[in-house]
């Protein structure tokens, strides 16, 4: 999976590279098919203190792309924050393309037992 990391008004350290990095690794073991992933931060001095730093995460899929974000006081908690968001996402995507397969095959199951009376 491809890594598309902006800044805006932060300084992209070693530390909060690796962060990110780390949390999208997680993310990539949920779902195998994600293209690549664009991550956005972002520091405003003008809002107010408790939600200074800002991030948005959009995954790239086949299908509808998946978008989060999230602003809080700290940086790592945002990024935290909006990671839980996309995997949220990427859970519930899951779970409905699992649900519809099953739903098909006890369809199915059913007309065989229903033309087998």
């Known amino acids: 999976m491809n890594l598309i990391l902006s800044t805006h008004n932060v300084t992209l350290t070693k530390a909060i590279e690796d962060h990110i990095r780390n949390r999208i690794d997680k993310l990539e073991h949920l779902d195998r098919f994600a293209i690549d992933v664009r991550v956005t931060l972002e ?52 779970s409905k393309y699992k649900a519809r397969k099953h739903t098909q095959a006890a369809k199915t199951k059913r007309r065989r037992q229903e033309a087998g009376l």
């Open 43 to 94: 520091h405003d001095h003008r809002k107010m203190p408790e939600r200074a730093f800002a991030c948005s995460m959009r995954l790239t899929m086949p299908g509808p792309d998946l978008f989060a974000e999230d602003s809080e006081r700290d940086l790592y908690a945002a990024i935290d924050l909006v990671t839980k968001k996309v995997e949220q996402q990427i859970r519930k995507r899951h």
